[in-house]
């Protein structure tokens, strides 16, 4: 019967499972004095000092049960919301999280800028943002999509280059992968759900964050 969980008066933030913003998440939380109950298996865990619970998510669902209101925080990389399309109220830009968005190819590679990329395979798992930076570009290439570590796919030969989040750059170099142009930068916010604004301020003024709103 978790659904119990959910009353109207409780509020939910939705945080990454497990991955790079989860233990960020997790300290953001603890310095602002919330307490929660020991890790378990649950997706829901509730903090014991304030009517709140967290929903441990795919980072890649949070911006739509944010938007939905299922949840009335999140807190998400941007790179993934512009990837969703989904534009949500940034309460706070958190200090965590912070990558690029870049097009990277092999060392020994012909293509050195985004010009060069015409009739070229580019693997992403961002479809969306690569497709409009492409276009405005006036490139046309070939987008592969692709759910998850990119940076083999040159080295395959499933792909010419790759358009992925980077941080300090060590993947690209441990496949001889060098950016050639950054698309976006990002880093980790807390971003709040459009329902629900009463209740909304009074958490807020609770763990001592001002809303947007
Ligand atoms: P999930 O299982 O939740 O879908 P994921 O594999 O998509 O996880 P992570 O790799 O854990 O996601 O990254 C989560 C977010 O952390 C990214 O969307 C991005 O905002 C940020 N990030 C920061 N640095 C990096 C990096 N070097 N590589 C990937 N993401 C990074
Ligand atoms: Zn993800």
């Not at 049960?65 to 990837?83: K, M, P, S, W």
């Not at 060069?116 to 395979?121: F, L, N, Y």
């Amino acid at each position: 019967m978790m659904h119990l969980l959910y009353t109207p008066e409780r509020q939910r933030i939705a945080i990454q499972k497990s991955g790079r913003l989860y233990q960020a998440s997790m300290d953001l939380f603890t310095s602002r004095g919330l307490v929660f109950a020991p890790e378990g298996r649950s997706l829901i865990r509730a903090c014991e000092n304030y009517d709140i619970d967290l929903l441990l998510l795919r980072d890649d669902d949070i911006p739509e049960y944010v938007r939905a209101g299922v949840a009335d925080f999140g807190i998400v990389g941007q790179n993934v919301l512009a990837e969703k399309g989904i534009d949500l109220p940034v309460v706070e830009k958190l200090d965590f999280g912070k990558c690029k968005l870049v097009i990277a190819v092999p060392k020994e590679s012909r293509i050195k800028a985004p010009e060069d990329m015409q009739g070229k395979r580019i693997a992403t798992s961002y479809p969306k943002l690569l497709s409009g930076f492409l276009k405005s570009k006036g490139v046309e290439a070939v987008i592969v999509p692709i759910s998850g570590s990119t940076e083999i796919t040159p080295e395959l030969d499933l792909a010419d280059a790759i358009c992925d989040i980077v941080q300090t750059g060590s993947t690209l170099k441990a496949h001889d992968l060098v950016p050639i142009c950054a698309i976006m930068e990002s880093q980790a916010v807390l971003v709040e759900s459009p329902q629900s604004k009463q209740a909304k301020k009074r958490f807020l003024s609770q763990i001592n964050l001002q809303s947007n709103v």
